[in-house]
């Protein structure tokens, strides 16, 4: 179930650039696994997903050198900001 929603992240971290509306969704998404966990391997997974080397915030944040400079501080902010709130 974890597998399916990261691999859709990961397949449009490839192709696009950082969107604000995506990355809500990804917070939203991030947040709604971890209220459904219900064991603490699930949790870790959930981070792990997210927040580990190939994780989804993570990648978002390799994403940042694709951007023009005037955009990379703010979108750079936001990403940092679900970082902090997952």
Not at 28 to 44: C, F, K, N, R, W
Not at 45 to 73: A, C, S
């Amino acid at each position: 179930m974890l597998r399916l929603c990261h691999d859709q992240f990961h397949g449009f971290i490839k192709k696009q650039r950082i969107k604000v509306s995506d990355l809500k969704q990804i917070l939203a998404s991030g947040i709604g696994q971890i209220e459904a966990a219900q064991t603490v391997h699930e949790l870790d997974d959930v981070r792990v997903q997210f927040l580990g080397q190939k994780g989804t915030v993570t990648l978002q944040l390799k994403q940042l050198g694709q951007l023009p400079p005037e955009q990379r501080k703010t979108a750079g902010q936001e990403i940092n900001q679900i970082k902090q709130q997952l």
